[in-house]
C-alpha cells in the first residue's frame, strides 16, 4: 500500500540577521512516513518546527534539503493540492465576506457545480458547528468560530490528506470535543489526518501514532501508549482512618492528608503491604488507581534542560 506522507530528510534553513546572515535550523533531516487511514500527532514545544513542517509540505517554503511525497507525488507537484487540506496555523480570511461568500470562493477553485458546492458547503457548515452564522461577516466572528471556518475550509473538498495546524487553539473546551469529534469523523471516512498540537491530553485521545520533535530534530516516532511507557507505574491508594485511629508508621511519610482522607504514592511491589499496614488501622480504602505518566510528563522531560534550544544553531558564528 502507498504511504499516505513519506517525508525523507526534510530541512529547512532560515538566514537571521541583517549584515552577517547565519543560518539557522529550524529543521533538521526529518524522515517519516504515515500511511494512509492515520491520524497522526506532531507534538512539540513553542519553537519546535512544527509549522516549519507543515509549511514546507505545502509548499508555501522550500526545503534547504530532502523532500516529501504526499499521496506519492512531490510536493512540488501542483496537482497533489486537489486531495489535501490544510489549516494554516493563524488563518486569515478577507473578513468582509460571510462563512457562505468564503466557502464558495474556495469551492470554486475546485471546479464544482453550483449544487455541489451549494450542497457541500451546507454539510461542512453543519459538520463545524456554523450552520446559524453562515450568514454573519467573518469580522464579527470570534476566535473559536473563525478556527472552525478555517477547519471547514479544510475539509470542503473532500481531501484524502488533511493538515491541520493546532486545530484545537483558540477553542474552549465545547470547540475542542467538537474539532476532536471533526478528526475522528475524518478518520471513520478513512482519511488521513496530520496534525500539530502542544495540547497533549488531546493527541493521546485521538492518535493513532505520534510523533516528537524538540528543537528540529524528531526525538521519537509511536503510538501514545508506547510513548509514555517508557517510566515505571504506581499505584495510588485513597482511604479514610476511623476517629482515633493513626496512619502505620511506614505510611507516615508517603501519605498526605486532605480533611478527612489520606492518599498514599506506592510502587506496585508495595502495594499488598501497604494494604495490610492499613487493614491494620482499620483504614475505609475509597480507591486504589494507577498513575501512568501522561505524555504531558514526557514531554516536559524530554524539553527540560538543554534541549530547550529553540534551533539548532549550525555555524558557531557570523562570516
Ligand atoms: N520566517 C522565519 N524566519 C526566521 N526564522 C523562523 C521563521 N519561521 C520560523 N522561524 C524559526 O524556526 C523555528 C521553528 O519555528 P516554527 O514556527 O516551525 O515552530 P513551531 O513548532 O510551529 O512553534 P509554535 O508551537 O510556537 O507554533 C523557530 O526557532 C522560529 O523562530
Ligand atoms: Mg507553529
Not at 449544487?115 to 454539510?123: A, D, F, L, P, T
Not at 487493614?279 to 524530554?302: G, H, M, N, Y
Amino acid at each position: 500500500m502507498q504511504a499516505a506522507i513519506e517525508i525523507d530528510g526534510l530541512t529547512k534553513d532560515y538566514y537571521l540577521g541583517f549584515w552577517r546572515k547565519r543560518p539557522r535550523r529550524a529543521l533538521d533531516g526529518l524522515t517519516l512516513t504515515i500511511e494512509e487511514g492515520e491520524v497522526f500527532g506532531f507534538l512539540g514545544p513553542n519553537g519546535a518546527g512544527k509549522t516549519t513542517t507543515l509549511k514546507l509540505l505545502m509548499g508555501l517554503i522550500f526545503p534547504t534539503s530532502g523532500g516529501a511525497r504526499i499521496l506519492g507525488r512531490a510536493i512540488e507537484d501542483v496537482s497533489m493540492h486537489h486531495d489535501v487540506g490544510y489549516l494554516p496555523e493563524q488563518p486569515y480570511f478577507y473578513d468582509y465576506l460571510t462563512a457562505r461568500e468564503l466557502l464558495d470562493y474556495f469551492a470554486r477553485f475546485f471546479r464544482l457545480s453550483a449544487e455541489e458546492r451549494r450542497r457541500r458547503i451546507g454539510s461542512v457548515l453543519d459538520l463545524v458547528g456554523l450552520s446559524s452564522a453562515a450568514d454573519v461577516q467573518l469580522r464579527r466572528y470570534s476566535k473559536g468560530m473563525l478556527q472552525r471556518i478555517g477547519m471547514a475550509q479544510a475539509i470542503l473538498h473532500q481531501p484524502r490528506v488533511v493538515f491541520l495546524d493546532e486545530p484545537m487553539s483558540g477553542l474552549d473546551p465545547v470547540g475542542r470535543r467538537e474539532a476532536r469529534d471533526i478528526i475522528l469523523d475524518l478518520k471513520r471516512q478513512g482519511r488521513t489526518v496530520f496534525f500539530s498540537t502542544h495540547i497533549l491530553p488531546d493527541a493521546e485521545m485521538l492518535c493513532d501514532r505520534v510523533a516528537v520533535l524538540v528543537g528540529g530534530k524528531l526525538q521519537g516516532v509511536g503510538s501514545p501508549e508506547q510513548i509514555v511507557s517508557i517510566e515505571v507505574e504506581s499505584l495510588e491508594v485513597l482511604f479514610e482512618l476511623p476517629a482515633g485511629s493513626a496512619l502505620p508508621p511506614a505510611l507516615e511519610d508517603a501519605a498526605t492528608q486532605t480533611g478527612a482522607r489520606y492518599r498514599i504514592q506506592v510502587p506496585e511491589a508495595q502495594l499488598y503491604d501497604a494494604l495490610e499496614g492499613l487493614r491494620a488501622a482499620r483504614a475505609r480504602i475509597i480507591s486504589v488507581s494507577q498513575l501512568k505518566p501522561t505524555l504531558e510528563d514526557f514531554f516536559l522531560r524530554l524539553v527540560g534542560g538543554e534541549q530547550r534550544k529553540h534551533a539548532v544553531e549550525i555555524s558557531g558564528g557570523g562570516l
